[in-house]
């Protein structure tokens, strides 16, 4: 067996719902050990998500939460009760990392804050990843993903300067920030190996996020203009866009930015007349005409599919692409050939492709090799084989009530 | 083992970086700048294509006025080096045996073409990590694909869900899929750096731009697999659990973001919404007879939904952005206002935290502020934002100062346009 990158590392992870959990996906698919803490009173939000095994709701049958936490452990512990807080307080003891992302405020509440953490192992990280960091007057506030991309700019960027905005799919802001939590997260693994000492890591997402949006940032203070959303043109670049292709709600991508690209569109696409008009010469005359070289470009697409656009524009050095829905991409030759979906076994006969990572690393790959665990699935295997607790104790915190 | 010791609080002091990518990666040698590496970005004479990218500052157009370009490479020296000389490639190589990454973004194969991949590399200083950041990875048949961003982000699933549900799919405004490659690429490059150190060996990074964008298109993917259900854009609605769930809300003065959750999740978001809107006659009976408790949104149908859109749109219209979002700070409501970025970078919360790093840049007229730190680190905090380098600042502080090249060599190598 290959070594793994992270092997050796022991995460305890109060994670939940998507910019945490995605987060420590990547340690745990890169061979650390990672025991996720939930209770049955506040179980994974994800948990409740569709679609289920079989199309059954249950805690422990949701196939996005499988997909958001394969490789990592699960113990139940209530919380609620004090000898709950007592065996999370053993698992502070035994790991290097502690990851949450609560609403600020809420692990100290259970008598679990780095302050408290450090008194337990001083040289525990502890890294919590929250909506807009730990302190400042709106911390405070419980939103998600969803909200917090309006309030980062990426939706008022969205959409035709002339029209609404369109708020990105779903909860953006969750997934951009997971890869630099990870950056971090590796490196002061390393700077505790080297130095013993461990440290509090706190991201706001709606600071981590504001990286992605830098040139629109800068052109304010810069120039004290505040962008706005343009659709899909690009300022150096026409024709620039999406184009409706044959078939129901097909779309293809065309970029081109030199005059040399622009030359071997026009033979790929058959030299048409139209292409010869002076208003298409050069790309002064493309960007000031482009709405009319879209709509040409449009008939020219409107007849054919998006792949045989793509295929022929890339045959001829043209950067184009399929706008691919969820059955493209399961089917994509290239997500195939990367082994980025791997198929599990997920229970009761079926089966889930999980998404891999975004890369791959020559010597110690990473893998996807158990599904996300039921809730509570490995109570008993955390506490005897990382806590060693005799059995007579684990059967009376059980019966008690500690692992609910 | 072959680590280096660090006593230090910057997690990559003492450690080097070549920076060989362009617009399609330089935001991950940013990012490994900023936890204190020493990166080189090596550019080719005349400097980097990224350099003429919009927009400028004062709308001036030149290699040092691209905010595009300032941005994502703050913190990095510059040098010149034309790789595709023999004697570039030399001098590429001795930089390399005392470097820790090497990180570029060419087309896949054209360091191996030069004598420069990975095993040959490696062979000079086996300690080393190269990451190559692409479009599709380094193989496969998509993998000489010509890129661009709106490519990547169309392939990536993300823009099918982007847009009104009968118009044309979305990017948004500001590229995003290289910096999401290029974020992927800094976490990886860590992971093997983590090993590295433990182990002493370096090893190959394949990051492939499109992958790293897959993931933002949470959900879809098992909703295919399994209901063979495509999902696909819905305007200002997420289009989410079989029903559409409205996210972007009109308002007096613009728009915010709000989405009706259920069950116990979003308890108190919504009784304190309903609590609200009592407060100012606005909540219908529909609305106050809502068992929030109970209230399941797998079982939701668009009847639920109309007669929650319709008080809750009433009142929201009935507000300015300011206003909502200063009343759900006070009772915790799960909305926030849709900024602009004037907005943003006038943030109370982010000047509480001492976000913006103030820079000045050389040859501008004025110093304006970069986004800061993206991370507080207690420990090891991340180095204050220093601007962009012009192209080869640095060439005789690594020519002479590195590698003990004399004045006639320099100027040879200049005639020679190697540097």
């Known amino acids: 067996m290959q070594?793994?990158?992270?092997?050796?590392?022991?995460?305890?992870?109060?994670?939940?719902?998507?910019?945490?959990?995605?987060?420590?996906?990547?340690?745990?698919?890169?061979?650390?050990?990672?025991?996720?803490?939930?209770?049955?009173?506040?179980?994974?939000?994800?948990?409740?998500?569709?679609?289920?095994?079989?199309?059954?709701?249950?805690?422990?049958?949701?196939?996005?939460?499988?997909?958001?936490?394969?490789?990592?452990?699960?113990?139940?512990?209530?919380?609620?009760?004090?000898?709950?807080?007592?065996?999370?307080?053993?698992?502070?003891?035994?790991?290097?990392?502690?990851?949450?992302?609560?609403?600020?405020?809420?692990?100290?509440?259970?008598g679990l804050g780095y302050e408290d953490l450090k008194k337990i192992n001083p040289s525990i990280i502890m890294f919590r990843s929250s909506f807009a960091g730990q302190e400042g007057p709106q911390s405070r506030l419980s939103v998600t993903g969803t909200e917090l991309q309006g309030l980062c700019g990426f939706t008022i960027l969205t959409g035709y300067p002339d029209r609404d905005p369109i708020p990105p799919w779903g909860a953006y802001t969750d997934l951009t920030v997971p890869a630099l939590s990870v950056g971090m997260l590796a490196g002061?693994?390393?700077?505790?190996?080297?130095?013993?000492?461990?440290?509090?890591?706190?991201?706001?997402?709606?600071?981590?996020?504001?990286?992605?949006?830098?040139?629109?940032?800068?052109?304010?203070?810069?120039?004290?203009?505040?962008?706005?959303?343009?659709?899909?043109?690009?300022?150096?670049?026409?024709?620039?866009?999406?184009?409706?292709?044959?078939?129901?709600?097909?779309?293809?991508?065309?970029?081109?930015?030199?005059?040399?690209?622009?030359?071997?569109?026009?033979?790929?696409?058959?030299?048409?007349?139209?292409?010869?008009?002076?208003?298409?010469?050069?790309?002064?005359?493309?960007?000031?005409?482009?709405?009319?070289?879209?709509?040409?470009?449009?008939?020219?697409?409107?007849?054919?599919?998006?792949?045989?656009?793509?295929?022929?524009?890339?045959?001829?050095?043209?950067?184009?692409?399929?706008?691919?829905?969820?059955?493209?991409?399961?089917?994509?030759?290239?997500?195939?050939?990367?082994?980025?979906?791997?198929?599990?076994?997920?229970?009761?006969?079926?089966?889930?492709?999980?998404?891999?990572?975004?890369?791959?690393?020559?010597?110690?790959?990473?893998?996807?090799?158990?599904?996300?665990?039921?809730?509570?699935?490995?109570?008993?295997?955390?506490?005897?084989?990382?806590?060693?607790?005799?059995?007579?104790?684990?059967?009376?915190?059980?019966?008690?009530?500690?692992?609910? | 083992m072959n680590s280096k010791s660090t006593t230090s609080a910057s997690i990559l002091e003492s450690f080097k970086v070549l920076d060989l990518t362009d617009e399609k990666g330089m935001l991950c040698g940013k990012f490994l700048a900023s936890i204190g590496a020493e990166v080189i970005k090596i550019e080719p004479p005349g400097g980097d294509r990224a350099r003429n990218l919009p927009p400028f500052v004062n709308d001036t157009p030149g290699p040092g006025m691209s905010l595009y370009y300032a941005g994502y490479n703050t913190n990095k020296k510059s040098i010149t080096l034309n790789i595709e000389t023999e004697d570039g490639r030399e001098i590429f190589k001795k930089l390399v045996k005392d470097s820790d990454f090497v990180i570029e973004s060419f087309s896949p194969g054209y360091m191996r073409k030069l004598g420069l991949g990975y095993p040959e590399l490696s062979a000079i200083n086996p300690r080393i990590i190269m990451t190559s950041i692409t479009p599709f990875g380094q193989e496969g048949p998509y993998s000489q694909y010509k890129p661009s961003d709106l490519m990547c982000f169309a392939m990536s699933g993300l823009m099918y869900l982007v847009g009104d549900p009968d118009g044309t799919p979305l990017r948004i405004s500001v590229p995003q899929s290289y910096s999401l490659g290029a974020a992927e690429g800094f976490g990886s490059s860590m992971i093997a750096h983590y090993y590295r150190e433990r182990t002493g060996e370096g090893q190959y990074v394949d990051v492939s731009i499109r992958d790293s964008m897959i993931k933002t298109t949470i959900g879809i993917l098992p909703e295919c697999e399994v209901n063979d259900r495509v999902m696909k854009r819905g305007g200002a609605y997420w289009v989410i659990r079989h029903k559409p769930n409205k996210m972007l809300w009109a308002c007096k003065d613009g728009w915010i973001t709000f989405r009706l959750h259920g069950g116990t999740f979003a308890l108190a978001t919504n009784r304190q919404l309903v609590k609200w809107m009592s407060e100012e006659n606005m909540a219908d009976d529909f609305m106050l007879n809502v068992d929030w408790e109970n209230l399941d949104m797998d079982q939701a149908d668009d009847e639920l939904h109309r007669k929650f859109e319709e008080p809750v749109g009433k009142f929201f219209m009935s507000h300015t952005r300011q206003e909502l979002f200063e009343g759900a700070l006070a009772r915790n409501i799960m909305l926030l206002p849709v900024s602009t970025v004037e907005e943003v970078a006038n943030s109370p919360q982010l000047e509480f935290r001492e976000y913006w790093d103030e820079v000045d840049q050389p040859g501008w007229d004025k110093g304006i502020k970069y986004p800061g730190a993206f991370i507080k680190a207690s420990e090891t905090p991340c180095v204050k934002t220093q601007p962009a380098s012009s192209i080869g600042e640095h060439n005789e502080d690594i020519y002479k100062g590195r590698l003990g090249f004399s004045n006639e060599k320099l100027a040879l190598l200049k005639t020679a346009n190697v540097i």
């Open chain 1, 188 to 404: 002061a693994l390393d700077y505790k190996r080297k130095t013993g000492k461990g440290q509090c890591l706190d991201l706001g997402q709606f600071e981590a996020s504001l990286h992605y949006l830098s040139p629109a940032l800068l052109d304010y203070f810069a120039n004290n203009r505040s962008q706005t959303r343009n659709g899909n043109k690009c300022d150096y670049a026409a024709p620039h866009g999406v184009f409706r292709c044959k078939g129901d709600d097909r779309w293809c991508t065309i970029a081109i930015f030199t005059d040399e690209e622009w030359n071997s569109f026009v033979k790929a696409i058959g030299n048409p007349s139209w292409t010869s008009d002076s208003r298409f010469a050069g790309f002064v005359e493309r960007k000031k005409n482009e709405e009319e070289l879209n709509r040409h470009i449009e008939e020219w697409t409107i007849n054919i599919t998006a792949e045989e656009v793509m295929n022929l524009l890339q045959g001829h050095g043209i950067s184009a692409g399929v706008v691919e829905t969820a059955a493209d991409l399961l089917q994509d030759p290239q997500v195939k050939s990367r082994g980025f979906l791997k198929k599990l076994d997920i229970g009761e006969g079926e089966t889930l492709s999980h998404q891999g990572l975004g890369f791959q690393l020559s010597k110690t790959p990473y893998e996807t090799s158990t599904t996300g665990p039921g809730l509570g699935e490995h109570t008993e295997q955390v506490c005897r084989e990382i806590l060693k607790m005799p059995d007579d104790e684990f059967i009376e915190l059980f019966t008690s009530g500690v692992f609910e």
């Open chain 1, 3 to 110: 070594s793994k990158a992270l092997e050796g590392v022991k995460i305890l992870d109060f994670t939940w719902i998507a910019a945490g959990p995605l987060t420590t996906i990547y340690l745990a698919k890169c061979g650390a050990t990672v025991v996720k803490v939930e209770s049955m009173a506040k179980p994974d939000g994800v948990r409740t998500s569709p679609p289920y095994i079989k199309g059954k709701a249950g805690l422990s049958r949701s196939m996005q939460f499988s997909n958001d936490n394969a490789n990592k452990l699960s113990i139940a512990i209530n919380l609620k009760h004090p000898k709950g807080i007592e065996i999370a307080k053993r698992l502070v003891a035994w790991a290097d990392i502690v990851a949450e992302n609560m609403r600020p405020g809420a692990m100290e509440k259970l």
